[in-house]
């Protein structure tokens, strides 16, 4: 979590003169997000996060993810909105990036999570799904099924520096998940990434869903899957029904489950974890010891992995 | 900058209980501070500043720092005012550190003053000297002209490897200043690093002072020098007698020049640009290259020194 690219108030001045902001009152860059820079901005019309984005966000993505955000807020999901400069963009270029102003969102992360907060997230999960069915913007899921393959031979040789076996346990898995993906679920808008650090509340309430850099078109469930993964397993490793259940429950207030993504779910599962497994793997193995950033441990995952394949059905989620 | 000390949204939860601020809203690290981690807060209170003290700032200085904030906001001085728990303690321990939560303060810091800022500064920093009279706490300067010597030595061996001459430049110009140090200036409770990142703006108005965690008993004139050379300098390292004049002129508004000091002041702005020379000479010997935080360049406050040692009088600063 770090400021990339240092911006000055004076260089912000001359970026806000395309924008109806009015006078700018704090500008503080902030600790947040391993792929942008993040400065906390108040002007007299309000308080915003203006983002610069760094290289891991494709320039030509943007325009689907702003969009979308627009899109959600205007569909009444709390994320950040854009705000448009003047001539009608929703992004500029700042000290050599591509940056965007959105709207500031109250509201904190959770560290540890309750199941309440988890069924609390399921319900967010499913209005934002249901708020994406009439988004006409599309973008590949970039980190989907096939693009597991190529991540696993880049980490082949350095696989089992990081843990005994995890290259064998990779190699096998991605091979079940190849023969047997699900193809005809229903598809939409998935958030990809909804971690509770993206998760904002209030008096334990959501106030907002944020992060939607790698959002795209994918498998509902599949989301739901990413989203089991990120909450429902404790510090120790161990998974914990009673949140799972409260987090598929909530969904389901909002958005009920086909048989087939329910009897789908523990694959889905898998293949979430082997997501996460494969870039955090990535990430350690390529690490600059240098770097602001330091890279999550990937062997999490692996367990989690492990956890989802003693699963039969998706009763074990609490479904 | 950089949040050193990681704190979860559930414990700041507990460590507030300790205090009457209300339900937390937003809870975000700031890139700010090279010695403390810093998190922006806001309750339903209002917003503020939670610092953890890292291995820089001494535990034994914090009554004297955070007393000297809140005699100073008592007195009128828009500075950070610490808020006190229920049991009246002005700091707690949150994850091993030393924490305080501060108010927070609307406000900009400037990379580019122009000389109507320097005029501000200097009205600022007189009225800090002012209200400090009345303060009874008190704290050498630690790193005032006796530490020069040691933190030369320990500089000696490396200094001529980031420039030409360091070595025989610093050792000269302690020789001298040890000799002709003026001991019986007017003293007070000086702020010892007012440089632009720790002056706030709104609308070109001084909103706040910020960062008294070098702050101390010394010459009050020494102050004025370091604010001259942290103010004063174009990025071409060429001194800008407008701004010297205007802050200067700034100063005298509010609190006169005893001649005394005006006869001073090239040997005190010598003083002050070898003690940033010294500990960013030290601080980049001693780098570490996987640090979260990059020394600042020594050679700059070489440069300053070199001018100053050229001035025979303070008409030279625009007295």
Known sequence: MAVYTDVSFEELEVFLTAYDLGEPHVFKGIAEGVSNSNYYLQTEKGAYILTLYEMRVEAADLPFYLGLMEHLAGAGIRCPTPVRARNGEVTGLLNGRHAAILTFLDGVSLRRPTAEHCQQAGLALAGLHKAGQSFTGTRKNALGLVSWRKLADDCAAGADSVADGMRALIDEELAALEAAWPAALPQGIIHADLFPDNVLFVNDRVSGIIDFYFACNDALAYDL???????????????????????????????????????????????????????????????????????????????????????????????
Request: charged share 25%; hydrophobic share 45%.
């Open 225 to 319: 899957a990413v989203t089991l993964n990120a909450w429902c397993f404790e510090p120790d490793g161990a998974f914990n029904v009673t949140k799972a259940r409260a987090l598929t429950a909530g969904y389901q207030q909002k958005l009920a489950l086909s048989s087939d993504e329910k009897a789908a779910l523990p694959l889905l599962c898998r293949g979430a974890a082997i997501r996460f497994l494969l870039t955090r793997l990535y990430d350690w193995i390529n690490r600059n010891p240098a770097a602001l950033v330091r890279p999550k441990d990937p062997r999490e995952f692996a367990r989690r992995l492990r956890f989802h394949r003693t699963i039969k059905n998706a009763e074990a989620y609490g479904l």
